[in-house]
């Protein structure tokens, strides 16, 4: 139908554009592109504040992955077993950070990291990435979990098997794919996150997002859009991952 | 060990995190808006209550978030409705493009619609082509861009919204309904619309909360002249460094949300009884 | 093998109590079976066994050793559940040697062979590699079963195993069940609602009702002898018709609500109003019979019919063969061999 081929050419329209242009051999960010050129990648991938703020990102996404698959995964098998009081309580509490604008609590952890820390680092990018990025790995765990055979555990427990065993061969197994997912989900939330990042940044603490933001500020050149191009190819990579690991539908209706 | 000692034990970490790292900064934003030299004052408050140009600002995010929101759902529950109603492998396409664009950072989509609607870019080239507007028009700088960049940025949500509630709507009762008379659209309006109300509400509340919370598109694609509330907060953070103003708007812009969430909230409560 | 000791089992769910104190002794290699419909409080008496519900009261003892207090990882047990429970990340026979790697069984050449054995008492030894997912419903039983079995548990506990199979798939299962138990020996105590499938599998039958025992006893005697008027209607299929029984003239009669007759055996004991227990399988239709019924609906049942009887006001469900088919409104003939008539007073 024609709506769909509407909708569809909005909704891609500025990725399209946006790799278009990045092969363009003028100087100036036009689309479609003008000649062909790979000269904006060379001069992407030779920049230092480029690769510096792609290292950040890299870095910080990296350990956020880690933490947040950890953290939200535990959290999630706890809520999951529904015997602590307030199971849906918590649950609700653990989502919050979704439903919060992020830019509230961006100044928020400004303002407190400051008050008590003193200036910005690594440690509280990556400690309130994790926190935006914690309620993806506990939604798709939760998601996967509701999924699985309520008895497993129980009989685990009449074959023997001590609390440990239990998590560890019967629970940890079973959510195995939605802690996969929700880890790629915690990697790209991460990676993309502009507004914490801009609110948290110093000279040299810039992530890839807040680098390029940096740049349409000014009159960007083609190479911004090399740069985002390289993004687009990311999450395109993360989402054909995560589709192999269980299937992009299920996560549609999350 | 117990089993409430170990299920305590795995969810700690997380509610630490969540406390500490959470819900104490947003506390204590919430006490840094009423601070004030001499004690707690409201003073922070007024003063943006009390302005016409920050009003103004207010005003303008509100009504760009309600336009953005019912332009969403207006595009967002027709293909919802597509989207569920497709074979597999059409409808696994249609939640791969939505689901791409949600997953790239905001500030690459904004980038390329400042491409698009730039003075050179593609869009007021075709418009100009077609004779329907003058030599000068550009898009960029204007609300009509924030709105077009916001809706690309927000429809994803509100189509997953709507899908998930549509794929739990039994499609033989529409069935039911069109043996019974009714032509297509009379079925969507009499049976598919009322069903899905909760995921189109849902959506919209998500797209209201995302839109008027929104920093990066509206600033780059509006420019300074056409602030929203949260470029409003972000130069009393870094320009003016008036931190307190910051939390002061930080909390009208949460309130705002609230006023819109908490109905809802109580809706659905009282219909799940 | 072992024997079972439950004594005076109480157990309540926050204010609900669904066990009213429920003893019983099994001796060791014997099959019962604790039947009961939804809510008689079977399944959770069977969970209280496995420790995977605490009692309230009440303590259980597993060859002479308390286990009351014991969780179900330290009790000798294995059960079988109702939705099978098989690990789906595990193949067929990790999932068999899983209860021998968690009770530390044997070493590892050891456990393959007890796990190859089990696979053979199913049949299964071929499928030995595959995932649960691939296989049948049917298949997937008996892998938990062989996984119930591997590893010589002192207690067998299986809750309504067959409860998901077709009809086909379950006679054969109880086939094989009763044939494992022959082999075996295990202590089993087996959980279901179907009567019929009590009565075949086991060696003692205990009837639950309301979280309380109803009755128990030997398939035979339960079948032949319930002692109550939930038993008669739950074990066997028996309508109850209101009678009043009195001595006319030395002879022993019972009087319907409609005014019919029905002679009794001299050795019923019984007086005043009562419940005739009339068996659906006992009685016949046509021919001579001592009592009249009008059939208000037949039920082709393929070797049989089910007809819906109207007697005395009430309705009654008989049995009958091919020979003669009776049609909706037709007065038919009922009789009942008088030695097979149960009394039972309200």
């Known amino acids: 139908m024609i709506f769909v081929a509407l909708t569809t050419i909005l909704l891609l329209a500025p990725l399209i554009v946006v790799v278009g242009a990045s092969f363009s051999a003028s100087q100036f960010v036009v689309f479609p592109p003008q000649g062909f050129s790979l000269e904006w990648y060379r001069k992407v991938l030779s920049s230092p504040e480029y690769l510096n703020a792609g290292f950040v990102s890299l870095n910080v996404a990296l350990l956020v992955t880690v933490t947040a698959t950890l953290v939200g995964g535990a959290a999630a098998i706890a809520i999951h077993r529904k015997q602590l009081p307030g199971s849906e309580i918590l649950a609700a509490l653990f989502l919050s950070p979704l439903v919060l604008p992020t830019i509230i609590y961006a100044i928020g952890m400004l303002m407190f990291w400051s008050s008590v820390f003193g200036p910005v680092s690594l440690p509280v990018l990556w400690i309130s990435h994790t926190v935006i990025a914690m309620p993806y790995v506990i939604r798709t765990t939760l998601a996967v979990l509701s999924e699985s055979d309520p008895f497993l555990e129980e009989a685990a427990r009449t074959m023997g098997a001590n609390r440990m065993q239990r998590l560890w061969l019967v629970v940890v197994p079973q959510c195995l794919p939605g802690l996969a997912a929700g880890a790629f989900f915690a990697f790209n939330v991460s990676f993309d996150e502009a507004v914490l990042s801009l609110f948290l940044r110093k000279p040299g603490l810039t992530t890839l997002p807040v680098q390029i933001y940096g740049q349409l500020e000014f009159s960007p050149d083609p190479s911004v859009a090399a740069v985002s191009a390289i993004m687009i190819a990311l999450t395109v990579i993360l989402i054909l991952v995560i589709d192999r690991f269980l299937g992009i539908k299920k996560f549609a209706n999350a | ?273 | ?346």
């Open chain 2, 1 to 273: 060990m117990s089993d409430r000692i170990e299920n305590l034990l795995l969810v700690l970490p997380g509610l630490l995190l969540l406390a500490l790292a959470f819900f104490l900064p947003i506390f204590q934003m919430l006490a840094l808006s009423v601070d004030g030299p001499e004690g707690p004052t409201l003073a922070h408050f007024s003063r943006f209550l009390g302005d016409s140009y920050y009003l103004g600002i207010l005003w303008r995010t509100v009504k760009l978030s309600f336009i953005i929101t019912a332009i969403c759902a207006l595009i967002g529950f027709p293909l919802a409705y597509i989207m569920a109603r497709v074979g597999p492998t059409l409808r696994l396409w249609l939640v791969i493009i939505v689901i791409l664009p949600l997953m790239t950072s905001v500030v690459v989509r904004t980038f390329g619609w400042m491409v698009l609607l730039s003075r050179s870019g593609m869009i007021p080239d075709i418009l100009r082509d077609l004779g329907l507007v003058g030599r000068n028009f550009a898009l960029m700088q204007t609300e009509t861009a924030i709105i077009i960049g916001m809706v690309q940025v927000l429809l994803p949500f509100m189509a997953l919204s709507i899908l998930g509630v549509i794929t739990r709507i039994d499609p033989r009762l529409e069935e039911a309904a069109r043996t019974m008379g009714c032509s297509f659209l009379q079925t969507i309006r009499t049976v598919v619309l009322p069903l899905s109300l909760p995921g189109i509400v849902a959506g919209s509340l998500l797209a209201f909360t995302l839109s008027a919370s929104s920093f990066v598109t509206p600033n780059l694609l509006g420019g300074s002249r056409i602030q929203v509330l949260a470029a409003s907060i972000y130069n009393s953070v870094t320009q003016t460094l008036d931190w307190p103003f910051a939390a002061a708007q930080a909390v009208i812009l949460f309130v705002g949300i609230l006023l819109v969430l908490v109905p809802y909230i109580n809706l659905t409560g009282r219909a799940r009884g």
């Open chain 3, 1 to 346: 093998m072992a024997n079972v000791r439950l004594e005076n089992i109480r157990k309540s769910f926050g204010k609900v109590q669904v066990l009213h104190g429920v003893s019983l002794d099994i001796a060791s290699g014997e099959f019962v079976s604790l039947l009961g419909a939804s809510g008689s409080g079977k399944t959770t008496l069977l969970r209280t066994a496995a420790g995977l519900e605490s009692v309230t009261s009440g303590s259980i003892s597993i060859d002479g050793q308390d286990v009351t207090d014991l969780p179900p990882e330290k009790r000798d047990i294995a059960m079988m559940f109702q939705s099978y429970a098989l690990l789906p990340h595990l193949s067929v026979s990790e999932n068999v040697r899983f209860p021998l790697r968690m009770r530390k069984i044997g070493t590892r050449e050891e456990q393959a062979e007890s796990v190859r054995g089990a696979l053979e008492t199913v049949q299964l030894g071929h499928l030995a590699d595959r995932l649960p997912r691939q296989l049948s419903g049917g298949q997937q039983q008996r892998v938990a079963l062989a996984r119930a079995i591997v590893s010589n548990p002192k207690v067998l506990l299986l809750d309504e195993p067959l409860s998901n199979l077709d009809a086909r798939l379950r006679e054969d299962m109880q086939v094989e069940l009763i044939e494992i138990h022959k082999r075996l020996g295990l202590t089993t105590i087996f959980v279901t609602h179907d009567q019929e499938e009590a009565l075949g599998l086991s060696d003692r039958v205990v009837l639950l009702h309301k979280g309380k025992v109803e009755q128990e006893g030997t398939p035979a005697d339960m079948y032949s002898q319930p002692a109550t008027v939930f038993a008669s209607t739950f074990i066997g299929s028996a309508n109850l018709v209101a009678a009043t029984i009195s001595e006319i003239d030395g002879v022993l009669v019972a009087r319907l609500v409609d005014g019919q007759t029905l002679p009794l055996p001299a050795n019923i004991a019984k007086r005043g109003e009562v419940q005739l227990v009339l068996r659906q399988e006992d009685m016949t239709i046509g021919g001579e019979g001592q009592l009249k019924a009008k059939v208000r609906t037949r039920v082709f049942l393929g070797a049989r019919n089910r007809y819906v009887l109207s007697l005395a006001g009430q309705e009654i469900r008989v049995l009958a063969g091919n020979d003669e088919i009776f049609s909706r409104g037709q007065t038919v003939s009922l009789g009942i061999d008088p030695a097979r008539i149960r009394v039972m007073s309200d």
